[in-house]
């Protein structure tokens, strides 16, 4: 995939994603008539692909991929075209049938124009075939325009299907700014929404980036801060106990004295008394 602008942040550039997909829409019709005025001159056909700005690839009426252009190639990291040319074939793609797409696929086989939206990228495939690290990119997703090029009599000669980036999540850019979010945010009550939109993710990838990278959960990294707060407060002997956890926003009777004994491996008063002995 391609890396984000320089300079953009990650909800910037998804803005920014998002107003070339417009773009890209207007751009559609006029395209699939330019194409069908084509038909009979391959060669001219696919210069005009080749130069088109949006990732595009081309198929023949069994499946076969017959062109990919180079904004496909750069936007999967895709070394060399002829990787793909002739070897992949999209009506035998597994996961076309696992993501539901295959019954639409085939009406674009059938002569239909079709619309995909919000389709997920099969990364770990893509990552698998062609050896490529997609940036690191942990999910994407893109809207697919698939139209049928037509010879005079009305059969298919080509399925010309182009892809527009939608969404991509980056872990290692979010799972920072979750990280920032909470660190800078430990001593008001957890919220995972407010967290996402600080990491531009959604709740359910953040909470799935997150545990994938840090090794836990939002919530328990929050917990981890809290505690650590909690220690540095208990250290301050003019505090009692209850005020130690009152300076961190939360009440001495309640369920964090239990996690705090489960984490430090004593309770809180048993930790004061460790740190006064010391």
């Keep these: 995939m391609k890396a984000q602008k320089p300079g953009l942040s990650p909800a910037e550039d998804t803005e920014s994603r998002v107003d070339q997909v417009d773009d890209a829409k207007d751009k559609l019709e006029i395209l699939h008539t330019s194409f069908q005025n084509v038909?009979?001159?391959?060669?001219?056909?696919?210069?005009?692909?080749?130069?088109?700005?949006?990732?595009?690839?081309?198929?023949?009426?069994?499946?076969?991929?017959?062109?990919?252009?180079?904004?496909?190639?750069?936007?999967?990291?895709?070394?060399?075209?002829?990787?793909?040319?002739?070897?992949?074939?999209?009506?035998?793609?597994?996961?076309?049938?696992?993501?539901?797409?295959?019954?639409?696929?085939?009406?674009?086989?059938?002569?239909?124009?079709?619309?995909?939206?919000?389709?997920?990228?099969?990364?770990?495939?893509?990552?698998?075939?062609?050896?490529?690290?997609?940036?690191?990119?942990?999910?994407?997703?893109?809207?697919?325009?698939?139209?049928?090029?037509?010879?005079?009599?009305?059969?298919?000669?080509?399925i010309v299907v182009i892809l527009i980036t939608r969404r991509i999540y980056r872990g290692k850019e979010s799972i920072i700014k979750a990280k920032e979010y909470l660190r800078n945010n430990w001593l008001h009550e957890f919220d995972i929404d407010r967290v996402a939109q600080a990491a531009n993710l959604s709740p359910y990838y953040l909470s799935r980036l997150f545990k994938k990278d840090v090794g836990m959960t939002p919530y328990n990294f929050y917990l981890s801060i809290k505690i650590d707060k909690i220690k540095e407060k208990l250290c301050d002997m003019n505090l009692t106990v209850s005020e130690a956890f009152a300076a961190c926003g939360v009440d001495y009777h309640g369920n964090i004295a239990r996690l705090f004994k489960k984490s430090v491996g004593l309770t809180p008063s048993e930790y004061r008394k460790k740190i006064k002995g010391k």
């Design 39 to 158: 038909p009979e001159n391959e060669e001219l056909f696919f210069k005009i692909i080749e130069f088109f700005p949006y990732p595009i690839q081309v198929y023949s009426p069994d499946g076969t991929s017959v062109m990919v252009n180079s904004a496909l190639l750069d936007e999967f990291e895709v070394p060399d075209r002829e990787m793909v040319i002739g070897r992949y074939n999209i009506l035998k793609d597994p996961d076309i049938s696992r993501a539901g797409l295959f019954e639409a696929v085939q009406q674009a086989f059938s002569g239909e124009v079709v619309y995909v939206k919000d389709a997920e990228v099969p990364l770990k495939t893509i990552k698998e075939l062609y050896n490529t690290e997609c940036y690191h990119v942990d999910a994407a997703y893109q809207d697919a325009t698939l139209f049928p090029i037509l010879n005079n009599d009305g059969q298919v000669l080509y």
